[in-house]
Structure formats: C-alpha cells, structure tokens
C-alpha cells in the first residue's frame, strides 16, 4: 500500500496567514493526488484533484502542487472559515490511501 | 446538487455484521461516470477506504477488509450498502460513504455516521 504522512499535524494560524501543508507519499503516485477539508459532523470537501486542480466552486485562495511523491497544499490568506483538517488522498494505486491530516486552528 | 446520507445502526455486538445504506439524493446512482465508495475513520487516524461499487455491481475492496467486506447497489432505491462480517472493537470508526469519479476524486460525501462495536 501507498503510505501517505502529512506535516505539519498541526497548525495555529490566524486570519489572513498564508498556510502551507505538505504531503508525501512512500512511492510515486504521479498526480493522482487530492486534497479535502474536514470540519466535525459535516460532509469532508473536495478542495484540489490531480494535485493542482482546484474544484468547482472552491475559492481560489487555495492551490495546490506537486507530483510524483510530494505534493503541497497552500491557503494563501486563511479565513474564519478555513479552520479545519485538511487529508490528502492518493487515487494512482489501490488500495486507495489518505494521509492522517493537518488540523489547523486559531492561534 | 447530488446529496449522500449514510444510515444504519449506531451500535453492533461483536461478531455480528455491520450493515449500512447510503442513500444518494439529488443524483442517479445509475449514472456510468460514478463509482460509489465506502470509507471509514477511527478516532484520530487517517481515513480508511474499504472499497467501492460501480451500479452495474462490480465492485473493488481493500485487501486488508475483503474478506469480511460486501458492497452492494440498489439503483431502484438509489442507494448503496456496506456489510461488514465478523465485527470487533476495532472495527469502531466513522463510516463514511462517497461519489468518486474521474481518477477516483471523491466529490462528494456523506457526513459519517458512528458505529461502536460493544456488547
């Protein structure tokens, strides 16, 4: 299986930082690379697919990057509405993995 | 917008079957662009994809679950369903069920539901 790890584990940021969050993968997954946000009790969100692709409807405040084995998700002002987990997900080879997440709080 | 609602019992003994629906609104299930996926998350830890169908009802599991996993389709009640054998305290999570398509981007999702496996 494709081992995901994510850094940070955490985060305090307050609004209007910049937010960096990076994923890396045991063995390539080419760009086969997503990117969700979580918030308790909701429904988890499709933010980027294909590792820079950023989904329908998602504000453009958030990117993504990479390829291969690390990948990078960026908020490039955090919003009150932003404080959340965020797992990166590899679809290139089954069994499908995630990595544990980044939860990024107020600071 | 399509709409996924996971629903079953909050509580299964050990050594039972774990059965949950996932009921998608707003969207067909017959639709040949989707796969219909369950995923699954203990407290604290990474999400845990068990596998998925497809609503011909081919399906795809995790080898670490598939011999205790059936995942099914009902395209008449537009729904999905996971069974999960032989339960066990581990088997505790959230369970989540998801759309994917195109390169198995998950686009939409269930907002989970627990299951504690305790007598």
């Known amino acids: 299986d494709v081992q995901m790890t994510q850094s940070p584990s955490s985060l305090s940021a307050s609004v209007g930082d910049r937010v960096t969050i990076t994923c890396r993968a045991s063995?390539?997954?080419?760009?086969?690379l997503h990117w969700y946000q979580h918030k308790p009790g909701e429904a988890p969100h499709l933010l980027i697919y294909a590792a820079a692709n950023l989904q329908s409807g998602v504000p453009s405040r958030f990117s993504g990057s990479g390829s291969g084995t690390v990948f990078t998700l960026t908020i490039s002002s955090l919003q009150p509405e932003d404080f959340a987990t965020y797992y990166c997900?590899?679809?290139?080879?089954?069994?499908?993995?995630f990595g544990p997440g980044t939860k990024v709080d107020l600071k | 917008q399509v709409q996924l609602q996971e629903s079953g019992p909050g509580l299964v003994k050990p050594s039972q079957t774990l059965s949950l629906t996932c009921t998608v609104s707003?969207?067909?299930?017959?639709?040949?662009?989707?796969?219909w996926n369950w995923i699954r998350q203990h407290p604290g830890k990474a999400p845990e994809w068990i596998g998925y169908?497809?609503?011909?009802?081919?399906?795809y599991y995790n080898p670490s679950l598939k011999s205790r996993v059936t995942i099914s389709v009902d395209t008449s009640k537009n729904q999905f369903s996971l069974k999960l054998s032989s339960v066990t305290a581990a088997d505790t999570a959230v369970y989540f069920c998801?759309?994917?398509?195109?390169?198995?981007?998950?686009?939409?999702w269930g907002q989970g539901t627990t299951v504690t496996v305790s007598s």
């Open positions: 707003y969207g067909s299930i017959s639709s040949d662009s989707y796969f």
């Open positions: 997900h590899q679809s290139y080879s089954a069994p499908f993995t």
């Open positions: 169908t497809y609503y011909s009802g081919n399906t």
């Open positions: 998801a759309r994917s398509f195109e390169a198995h981007k998950m686009d939409a």
């Open positions: 063995q390539t997954v080419n760009n086969y």
